[in-house]
Nanobody, 123 residues
């Protein structure tokens, strides 16, 4: 089994920044991709961003392009989400995800999910 533990969520004013972290442990696949999804109240969970094993390929939802940056530290089995210029509509529970392939994460069908961390952006 793989465990994903997110941290870094919280309350921030519009225009501010937050950095989320997700540490993976357990039976880590030799190659895997990671990503972030979010779910706002009353809405379905949506894709935010993904990164492949090497970090050479990334993908972002249009709503966060230019504001959010995903990165990873493979030595620490950790993925990060730097969120800048936050907007009230970014308010959601953010979930870390791990997939055996980049495609499964981008498609929204990763094998593992974290428990989620709340991000609240006040206007």
């Amino acid at each position: 089994q793989v465990q994903l533990v997110e941290s870094g969520g919280g309350l921030v004013q519009a225009g501010g920044s937050l950095r989320l972290s997700c540490a993976a442990s357990g039976r880590i696949f030799v190659t895997y991709a990671m990503g972030w999804f979010r779910q706002a109240p009353g809405k379905e969970r949506e894709f935010v961003t993904a990164i492949n094993r090497s970090g050479g390929s990334t993908s972002y939802a249009d709503s966060v392009k230019g504001r959010f940056t995903i990165s990873r530290d493979n030595a620490k089995n950790t993925v990060y989400l730097q969120m800048n210029s936050l907007k009230p509509e970014d308010t959601a529970v953010y979930y870390c995800a791990l997939g055996t392939t980049y495609g499964t994460v981008v498609a929204g069908t990763p094998q593992y999910w974290g428990q989620g961390t709340q991000v609240t952006v006040s206007s």
